[in-house]
T-cell receptor, first 112, second 114 residues
Framework: QQQVKQSPQSLIVQKGGIPIINCAYE??????FPWYQQFPGKGPALLIA?????SEKKEGRFTISFNKSAKQFSLHIMDSQPGDSATYFC???????????FGQGTELSVKP | EAGVAQSPRYKIIEKRQSVAFWCNPI?????LYWYQQILGQGPKLLIQ????????DSQLPKDRFSAERLKGVDSTLKIQPAKLEDSAVYLC????????????FGPGTRLTVT
């Protein structure tokens, strides 16, 4: 119940493509769903987050879509660039002091 | 604003040896977290501090891992004795709001146990 399942494990797209990363959860007590971006040799950095009462959130080229009934959410990267090549982690949190549960990660490669 | 600092960045030890990692969080962040990130996996929370006190250490292998946060600022994570399966990146993070999803991570310490 505390798991967040993420897919795919790796993804290769051409520059300008729209990579989509999917996550699913079981615990309905989760109330924040952030996405973190991690470059090699660096720690994860918060990219964007959404609450379950919102179906979509956009920040720049990054969009989260949220399906509360299906307990699924996804990250879309519009007009992807080689600089977006990184590992992306979805996560879930109970913001009442609960721990942050991370998915397994998706290694994205954007080819020039 | 300075980020989360960690040292050392890399450490190689033999099994059964001990090792310690240090973390200095962002100034003013009362909550500090230690995560273990095994290659190809997401970070897993080991322990969460609120100021000096432990909030959650349910996934800390207490027979070999220990952590402390003296004076509510810096923190040290220790492993004694290390096992091969402890090879991982140990990440420290901090947050302004206790238990927030908005956490700031340091660069991590890559531990290799041989």
């Amino acid at each position: 119940q505390q798991q967040v399942k993420q897919s795919p494990q790796s993804l290769i797209v051409q520059k300008g493509g729209i990579p989509i990363i999917n996550c699913a959860y079981e615990n309905t007590a989760f109330d924040y769903f952030p996405w973190y971006q991690q470059f090699p040799g660096k720690g994860p950095a918060l990219l964007i987050a959404i609450r379950p009462d919102v179906s979509e959130k956009k920040e720049g080229r990054f969009t989260i879509s949220f399906n509360k009934s299906a307990k699924q959410f996804s990250l879309h990267i519009m007009d992807s660039q080689p600089g977006d090549s990184a590992t992306y982690f979805c996560a879930a949190s109970n913001n009442q002091g609960g721990k942050l549960i991370f998915g397994q990660g998706t290694e994205l490669s954007v080819k020039p | 604003e300075a980020g989360v600092a960690q040292s050392p960045r890399y450490k190689i030890i033999e099994k059964r040896q001990s090792v310690a990692f240090w973390c200095n969080p962002i100034s003013g962040h009362a909550t500090l977290y230690w995560y273990q990130q095994i290659l190809g996996q997401g970070p897993k929370l080991l322990i969460q501090f609120q100021n000096n006190g432990v909030v959650d250490d349910s996934q800390l292998p207490k027979d070999r891992f220990s952590a402390e946060r003296l004076k509510g600022v810096d923190s040290t994570l220790k492993i004694q004795p290390a096992k091969l399966e402890d090879s991982a990146v140990y990440l420290c993070a901090s947050s302004l709001v206790p238990g927030s999803y908005e956490q700031y991570f340091g660069p991590g310490t890559r531990l290799t146990v041989t």
